[in-house]
């Protein structure tokens, strides 16, 4: 499922990296209710492109009947797992840091380092190192296993945002652009080791609630990661310390959880 989920993160995350670049496009040639109409015409062709070619996966067998007692129990079951839940909350203080970049990234590059038009680039290539990251995941992870993989790349971020903050700090947060991409790049890699992992691991003792448990996982995961997402955002001063430290906080963070959760297991 690792190995699966990598894969399926290594494709998703092409989507910011070509946003950006796709957005400018259409408004050289078109005014901004371009963007809409490209949004009605992708979703079309999504919907008709499922409705024919993507089956039911779930056999009949194995279906269960629609029922909030059974919604609730499931839903109870993947709050009280230690494993599920520690792992969702993990996943949450990860996607917290990756928000708090996107939150952030317009005010450093375009602000305070003053890229302008250039933005879309330096952010396409470092969305891009998530995408080799989790490329790299599905190749290691049948090797080495989920558990050895996402505590080498917890532990990465962890020191690897704690030594930038230190550099950041003596200064005065405007670190040169190219040491900033040169972290942003490592940690990426790192987020990317950690995205499909942290979901797999959250689902690997919910197969038999598959359905629900995702649903649940997903939203908690969401939820922790807008509240702190964006509050590293609304903390920016100007400097990068805020996001710097917001990554090395919630790291560590994400380390203590996945502590907790190995010893439930």
Do not use: K
């Amino acid at each position: 499922m690792a190995r699966i989920m990598s894969s399926v993160m290594a494709v998703f995350i092409l989507v910011p990296a070509l946003a950006p670049g796709i957005g400018q496009l259409i408004l050289m040639v078109a005014s901004w209710r371009a963007i809409f109409g490209l949004f009605l015409a992708v979703a079309s062709i999504a919907l008709v492109w499922f409705a024919i070619r993507q089956p039911e996966t779930l056999s009949a067998a194995r279906r269960a009947s629609f029922s909030l007692r059974r919604i609730a129990g499931a839903v109870r079951e993947v709050c009280v797992h230690p494993v599920a839940l520690g792992y969702t909350i993990a996943a949450g203080l990860i996607f917290g840091a990756l928000v708090g970049y996107l939150t952030s990234a317009a005010q450093i590059f375009q602000g305070q380092y003053g890229l302008g038009e250039r933005f879309p680039l330096y952010f396409a290539a470092l969305a891009l190192a998530i995408g080799v990251a989790s490329w790299c995941n599905s190749r290691l992870v049948m090797h080495y296993g989920m558990r050895l993989l996402s505590g080498v790349a917890v532990v990465g971020l962890g020191a690897l945002s704690v030594g930038f903050f230190a550099i950041a700090l003596a200064t005065g947060g405007h670190p040169p652009l190219w040491a900033l991409m040169a972290y942003f790049g490592a940690a990426f890699f790192c987020l990317g080791i950690l995205f499909g992992n942290f979901n797999a691991l959250a689902m690997e003792p919910l197969g038999h609630i598959a359905g629900v448990a995702a649903s649940v996982v997903g939203s908690l995961t969401t939820f922790i990661s807008l509240l702190l997402g964006t509050l590293i955002g609304r903390s920016y001063d100007g400097t990068v310390l805020p996001l710097v430290g917001g990554f090395a906080i919630l790291a560590l963070a994400a380390m203590a959880v996945m502590c907790w959760a190995e010893r439930g297991r």
